[in-house]
């Protein structure tokens, strides 16, 4: 897949294609029914499929105060929208001067001169241009002006529920702890990015090393809590030392038990490993299953106690969750 940062780095001559235009915060189950219609379409008319989105919400900018955490950095959204099949993804900036941008001349500059798109699908619900005037109507009105065509793909919604597969559906989940509700939405584990770096040691005194993820990692961290899960560790640049995947026991929470971590932690317990030495990798952590939430115990015997019935659970878990892959 190619990726571009700026319409300018798109080639000459690149195209026909099909656009598919969205936020696309967490690649949900509902972002891939989209796309998958745009490479039905893109067989029949000969073309490729692009996905066009941000490098942050655009409410970021347009009014910080109502914009909701991301459910996955942009880097995730640019592996995850990979991964559907698309063959380019363009990731807009969305700053001062795309946001001034009037409707006409966003499909103009976007659709028509940097892509030549033959068609373009967007949700009911799609805004773009100053101030958000443009809509999936007025986008079909400039479509018939510049030659392409105007596929509005109305919600999917969750069979059980009956609610539309929504990021603020997932982040509500997420919020309460229920990665396997999301997942169901998702269509695959909700996951966080990071650096491994060095913490405390409480773990490694205690019997449970962990690998404690850094602060400015990507993705919504779920509530606190302790989770069975999956840490893959990355492949490195130069391409020797491969991708691995390792069970995990996950714990989110400030250890109240010590009460001596100032901020939210991220740090997963790889099962059986003890000197597994993993500072400076980056790692992703996929959440499959809540065990319990988090609060402090009567001491360490208590504590370390309740370690050892989590890394059984999380065994039993992960055994049933490789027997549906």
Same mark, same amino acid.
């Given at each position: 897949?190619?990726?571009?940062?700026?319409?300018?780095?798109?080639?000459?001559?690149?195209?026909?294609?099909?656009?598919?235009?969205?936020?696309?915060?967490?690649?949900?189950?509902?972002?891939? &029914?989209?796309?998958?219609?745009?490479?039905? @379409?893109?067989? +029949? *008319?000969?073309?490729?499929?692009?996905?066009?989105?941000?490098?942050?919400?655009?409410?970021?900018?347009?009014?910080?105060?109502?914009?909701?955490?991301?459910?996955?950095?942009?880097? $995730? @959204?640019?592996?995850?929208?990979?991964?559907?099949?698309?063959?380019?993804?363009?990731?807009?900036?969305?700053?001062?001067?795309?946001?001034?941008?009037?409707?006409?001349?966003?499909?103009?500059?976007?659709?028509?001169?940097?892509?030549?798109?033959? #068609?373009? *699908? !967007?949700?009911?619900?799609?805004?773009?241009?100053?101030?958000? #005037?443009?809509? %999936?109507?007025?986008?079909? &009105?400039?479509? *018939?002006?510049?030659?392409?065509?105007?596929?509005?793909?109305?919600?999917?919604? %969750?069979?059980?529920?009956?609610?539309?597969?929504? +990021?603020?559906?997932?982040?509500?989940?997420?919020?309460?702890?229920?990665?396997?509700?999301?997942?169901?939405?998702?269509?695959?584990?909700?996951? !966080?990015?990071?650096?491994?770096?060095?913490?405390?040691?409480?773990?490694?005194?205690?019997?449970?090393?962990?690998?404690?993820? +850094?602060?400015?990692?990507?993705?919504?961290?779920?509530?606190?809590?302790?989770?069975?899960?999956?840490?893959?560790?990355?492949?490195? #640049?130069?391409?020797?030392?491969?991708?691995?995947?390792?069970? %995990?026991?996950?714990?989110?929470?400030?250890?109240?038990?010590?009460?001596?971590?100032?901020?939210?932690?991220?740090?997963?317990?790889?099962?059986?490993?003890?000197?597994?030495?993993?500072?400076?990798?980056?790692?992703?952590?996929?959440?499959?299953?809540?065990?319990?939430?988090?609060?402090?115990?009567?001491?360490?015997?208590?504590?370390?106690?309740?370690?050892?019935?989590?890394?059984?659970?999380?065994?039993?878990?992960? &055994?049933?969750? $490789?027997?549906?892959?």
């Amino acid at each position: 897949m190619i990726v571009f940062r700026d319409p300018a780095e798109v080639p000459s001559g690149f195209g026909p294609s099909v656009v598919v235009i969205g936020k696309f915060d967490g690649v949900h189950s509902g972002h891939r &029914a989209v796309i998958d219609r745009a490479r039905v @379409k893109a067989v +029949s *008319l000969g073309a490729t499929v692009v996905a066009v989105t941000f490098d942050r919400n655009p409410l970021a900018l347009l009014a910080p105060d109502k914009c909701p955490e991301n459910l996955i950095g942009v880097n $995730q @959204k640019v592996r995850l929208l990979a991964d559907t099949g698309v063959d380019a993804v363009l990731v807009l900036r969305f700053d001062e001067d795309l946001a001034s941008l009037e409707a006409d001349e966003f499909a103009r500059l976007v659709l028509v001169d940097t892509l030549a798109a033959q #068609a373009v *699908l !967007v949700g009911a619900d799609f805004r773009f241009g100053r101030g958000g #005037a443009g809509t %999936a109507e007025s986008l079909t &009105a400039l479509g *018939l002006s510049h030659g392409f065509d105007v596929d509005v793909v109305h919600d999917v919604r %969750a069979a059980d529920r009956g609610r539309r597969v929504s +990021s603020t559906w997932i982040r509500e989940l997420l919020s309460s702890g229920d990665v396997a509700g999301a997942r169901k939405l998702l269509g695959r584990d909700h996951s !966080v990015v990071g650096e491994v770096v060095h913490g405390l040691k409480r773990g490694r005194e205690i019997g449970y090393p962990t690998a404690n993820l +850094s602060h400015d990692l990507e993705g919504f961290v779920p509530a606190d809590g302790v989770y069975a899960g999956w840490l893959i560790d990355e492949a490195d #640049a130069s391409g020797l030392r491969p991708g691995i995947r390792y069970p %995990a026991a996950i714990s989110i929470g400030t250890n109240p038990t010590f009460d001596d971590v100032a901020s939210r932690q991220v740090e997963a317990y790889v099962l059986d490993e003890t000197d597994l030495d993993l500072y400076g990798h980056h790692v992703e952590v996929r959440f499959v299953e809540r065990i319990r939430g988090m609060g402090a115990f009567e001491g360490i015997d208590a504590l370390v106690t309740q370690i050892a019935d989590d890394v059984e659970r999380t065994r039993e878990i992960l &055994a049933r969750d $490789q027997s549906t892959d």
